[in-house]
């Protein structure tokens, strides 16, 4: 059981364990606060436009409606969807300050790049978190999503799907409030026994410290003086998606002008 | 959620500022955004970046009966989704998702840009059918070049599996049996789009959002590398001269032939790098097991057609054969490159020039068809064409009788 005084241990986690976590702040134009988030095989474009206007039947008088739409990588629908959909929302309508924008709606639209399934909702809900970030938006907390696997007697956080050999198959996908380090939601798959489910959401509680301070990297990294190149996407070779190389075309990016 | 309404001032400034010969972000008149080609990690997916413009293409191949009206020819379907992440309100816009694919089919299938009967399997009951997905992501202006370019490149990038065809039975081979295929791309057509302002005396080339709204009207080209046009498509309430036209594909006759050479680096540099990645391609380890398969025939067979073999003959083929194999046994895998440097490669397209060895290399059944073993060719770690050949279609005989022993070449 979890008890809310426990405080979290020091440990050897380091960043090496939340594997090829790259992201980058505000690369859609055209919307208040965009993000892409890659974790691992899992790619994440996220947008959002608010305070925006909203539809009469989803009014609120006194907050901000959070309406989030999800589409998977293959562009077909199901109840998956709504199921990333309803754990994104319902995190984000405790972590955003909705009561400062009465009577609007703040739109949230994950676009799925490409995914290997398990590491798809901390993903979404993570990159969902930088894209408000990106945005500005007030938020009471930042919260952080966490996969843990238990492999064995281990657990192996945000595992790669070459390092999931042996596990039988459960998951956990928990979301924690990174500031009080209490639980915000959390989401099971497969089997689990209850020393599992527990060990997982410890670890998860470690992780989620990490994946605090790389929303503090990219932040700064937004706002830092390093001249940032608007047409060229993300500056450094290491920063880049694992599976989008960029390749061909002059990639200074400079205007052609005379 | 409500597509933005330009206001009125910005729409002034954007005119104001093309009569006087600027434009808001810097450029010259006719000057293009630089764009940005990446390939993922499937064969036939890239995105495409034009300044703020983000396009995103995948190519997907099945296999399906053909139209009836074409029955040797494979299909093309063109479909184009505009992301609710493009613009706000931009999910709800079907002129331009409509229009769009519209233009690309144009641009891309009547065109004749990929050779549609080369997707042909079978006549009349098999064909491949390609489906073309465009993700419009981001609008910052010229979607139609980006989802143009965006798809070309999907096309060309794209590798669909091999079929082999035996008696009436049609079978996809794995990749580790045999290398994707890619698309027979006849021509490289883009589309270049100008924005007209002042009743057609000011035009623009590769227009941002804000002056596509602020525009009287779009041309749109589309040239291939040949200066050849594909496609010409105009919108919006304008009216042009045929000198205003002429002039137009001439820029744009530039602006594709320097596009098509971008796109041909970017998909050696991709090739150059999945290559790399695995050292072995397919092809060589289809090569060893025809090898072994080879080198077990010759154990196997006992009457063969044509001169008879003593068993000193034999034994010695086997051990040529063993010899050759153990190069791919033994050697490591960084070490692919060197095999195939012990001597001239003896593979090579049958010539009247070249006889002696040539003639072995393709025995004719009634002579000797236990020689057949390849040598250990250049197997270069380049991911080289597989070429379909007449002989690669015909059903694998038994080994024991003679056919079995004629290996299908693979070009180098």
């Not at chain 1, 208040?32 to 790619?43: E, M, R």
């Not at chain 2, 002042?198 to 291939?224: C, K, W, Y």
Request: aromatic share 4%.
């Amino acid at each position: 059981m979890i008890s809310a005084d426990m405080k979290s241990e020091e440990g050897d986690l380091d960043e090496d364990t939340i594997n090829n976590f790259t992201c980058e702040l505000g690369v859609l134009s055209q919307c208040d606060g965009s993000a892409t988030l890659c974790n691992g095989l899992t790619a994440v474009l996220v947008a959002t436009f608010g305070p925006v206007e909203v539809r009469q039947q989803r009014e609120l008088v006194d907050r901000s409606s959070i309406e989030v739409t999800f589409r998977g990588p293959h562009g077909v629908e199901g109840v998956e969807d709504r199921r990333v959909e309803q754990l994104v929302r319902s995190t984000l309508e405790q972590c955003v300050f909705a009561a400062l924008h009465p009577r609007t709606a703040v739109s949230v639209v994950l676009n799925v790049l490409e995914t290997d399934d398990l590491l798809l909702l901390s993903t979404c809900v993570n990159a969902a978190v930088l894209a408000l970030l990106d945005s500005s938006l007030s938020m009471k907390y930042l919260p952080a999503a966490v996969t843990c696997v238990p492999v064995g007697d281990r657990v192996l956080v945000n595992p790669l799907p070459s390092e999931r050999q042996g596990s039988s198959g459960g998951s956990v996908t928990a979301v924690y409030d990174t500031g009080s380090e209490r639980l915000v939601a959390c989401r099971t798959a497969g089997q689990l026994s209850a020393e599992q489910l527990t060990s997982c959401l410890r670890e998860a509680r470690r992780a989620a410290a990490l994946v605090r301070q790389l929303y503090r990297r990219a932040v700064a990294a937004k706002f830092s003086k390093e001249p940032r190149d608007p047409w060229a996407g993300p500056s450094r070779a290491e920063d880049m998606p694992p599976s989008w190389r960029r390749l061909g075309g002059q990639q200074t990016g400079e205007q052609s002008t005379s | 959620m409500k597509p933005l309404v330009p206001s009125t001032c910005e729409t002034n400034s954007v005119v104001d500022a093309v009569s006087k010969g600027t434009r808001l972000d810097g450029r010259e008149l006719l000057d293009h955004r630089e764009a940005t080609i990446q390939f993922g990690r499937e064969y036939g997916t890239c995105q495409i970046r034009l300044g703020n413009t983000r396009a995103l293409a995948t190519v997907r191949a099945e296999l399906g009966t053909p139209r009836p009206s074409r029955p040797n020819e494979g299909t093309l379907q063109v479909a184009v989704d505009v992301t609710s992440t493009a613009a706000p309100g931009a999910d709800r816009s079907n002129d331009l998702t409509v229009g769009l694919e519209r233009l690309l089919e144009r641009c891309l299938r009547e065109s004749r840009c990929v050779d549609q009967e080369s997707l042909c399997v079978v006549a009349d009951e098999k064909v491949w059918q390609l489906r073309l997905h465009v993700e419009l992501l981001d609008l910052g202006g010229n979607a139609c070049d980006a989802a143009a370019l965006a798809a070309l490149a999907a096309l060309c990038h794209f590798r669909r599996p091999h079929v082999s065809v035996t008696g009436g039975e049609v079978r996809l081979c794995p990749a580790d049996e045999a290398e994707p295929v890619p698309l027979a791309v006849l021509h490289k057509p883009v589309l270049v789009t100008f924005a007209f302002f002042g009743d057609g005396q000011h035009f623009v080339a590769d227009p941002t959002e804000i002056e596509e709204r602020a525009s009287e009207g779009l041309l749109t080209v589309g040239m291939n590398s040949y200066r050849e046009i594909c496609t010409l498509h105009l919108t919006g309430k304008l009216l042009l001269n045929k000198q205003q036209v002429l002039e137009c594909t001439e820029l744009a006759a530039a602006r594709a032939r320097s596009l098509t050479s971008q796109l041909r680096r970017a998909l050696t540099a991709d090739e150059a790098e999945r290559t790399a990645i695995h050292p072995f391609p397919g092809l060589a380890r289809v090569e060893l097991e025809r090898m072994a398969t080879a080198a077990a025939s010759v154990r196997l067979s006992g009457a063969v057609r044509g001169p008879a073999l003593t068993a000193e003959q034999i034994s010695e083929m086997e051990k040529e054969v063993d010899e050759k194999l153990s190069v791919f046994r033994h050697k490591d895998m960084a070490a692919a490159a060197e095999i195939g440097q012990g001597g001239a490669s003896q593979w090579g397209p049958p010539s009247d020039d070249e006889e002696g060895d040539q003639d072995e290399m393709w025995p004719r059944t009634a002579e000797t068809p236990a020689k057949t073993a390849p040598a250990a060719s250049d197997s270069d770690s380049e991911g080289e064409q597989t070429v379909l050949h007449p002989e690669d279609l015909e059903p694998h005989a038994e080994p024991g009788t003679g056919k079995g022993l004629r290996c299908p070449m693979p070009v180098r």
